[in-house]
């Protein structure tokens, strides 16, 4: 699922399983985060997850590791473990980080609405 963002001031990309419970009664939510240079989908696409999920009627969110659609920054995709697909669910303080870099209030308040 793509959205927009205010948070991190661009589209976003989440990956999201509804179990077949969802369709008779609410459901808990596990939210699933990445680690260093994965996207929403490897969690999602590899792991075999939505069999257990179903199972126990779980919903899943996979959101991505970091924004993708915004302007590049300079020395944004120069190293794996700092910029895109870095999966630092932090909210960056210096610019020009600060304007789309912020994964902790994206995952922890604007995802979960």
Known sequence: VKHASAAC??????????????????VPVVYW????TCTDENFTTKSGFARVAAERGLCVVAPDTSPRGH????????S?????GA?????ATSAP???HYK???????ELPD
């Open 87 to 91: 999966g630092f669910y932090v909210d």
């Open 97 to 99: 980080w600060d304007k």
């Open 71 to 78: 302007p590049e920054l300079p020395g944004e995709h120069d």
């Open 33 to 36: 985060l990445s680690g260093l």
């Open 103 to 109: 994964m902790y209030t994206y995952v922890t308040s």
């Open 80 to 84: 794996y473990d700092l910029g895109s």
């Open 9 to 26: 001031a661009t589209d976003m990309t989440f990956a999201i399983f509804m179990p077949p419970q969802a369709a008779q009664r609410p």
